[in-house]
């Protein structure tokens, strides 16, 4: 009996080592459908001029698709055209030149890319092993997350001013 109930443990960890590999598992299967992915087009309106109309070009955006970020931009303010662009706004050209100093890798988001495939591998080999549905990214990612009292008790003892943070305990 006894070696048949661990070859039955076996399987069972070996089936649930096959399953969805990602770090985030956030969805709660028994929740039901998500209403708040589901969003409402825009009125129909007729175009005032038909020959204005944009040339329909598959899998780009529908004039009567919602744009929820860009009517809360418009609703406090903004400039919604903005998200358009693909340049930097004229009000952050100064923090761009600040971050850039000391010039800018080619190819540093695909070097992160790799990177953090090549941690997540090493760090996360016995992840994908669960009986459960788990989020494993706090697990894998501990060593690299920052305590903000040590960093703030460091920062107020290296005679740095932090004006804006809580007072000590």
Excluded: H, W
Aim: hydrophobic share 35%.
């Amino acid at each position: 009996m006894r070696p048949a109930s661990s070859l039955i443990f076996i399987l069972v960890l070996s089936l649930a080592a096959c399953g969805d590999k990602n770090l985030r598992d956030l969805a709660d299967p028994s929740a039901g459908p998500e209403e708040f992915k589901i969003l409402p087009n825009k009125p129909l309106v007729a175009p005032e001029n038909y020959k204005t109309l944009p040339t329909p070009t598959p899998g780009s955006a529908n004039l009567v698709d919602a744009t929820p970020k860009k009517d809360a931009i418009a609703a406090l303010g903004g400039n919604p055209s903005l998200l358009d662009a693909n340049t930097v706004p004229s009000s952050d050209k100064a923090l761009v030149v600040n971050a850039t100093r000391y010039g800018v890798p080619a190819g540093i988001r695909a070097q992160t890319t790799t990177e953090d495939e090549a941690f997540r591998k090493r760090r996360g080999r016995f992840s994908n092993i669960r009986l459960f549905k788990t989020d494993r990214y706090g697990s894998v990612y501990k060593r690299q997350t920052l305590d903000a009292r040590k960093t703030l008790d460091a920062s107020r003892s290296a005679g740095v001013k932090t004006p804006t943070a809580p007072p000590a305990n």
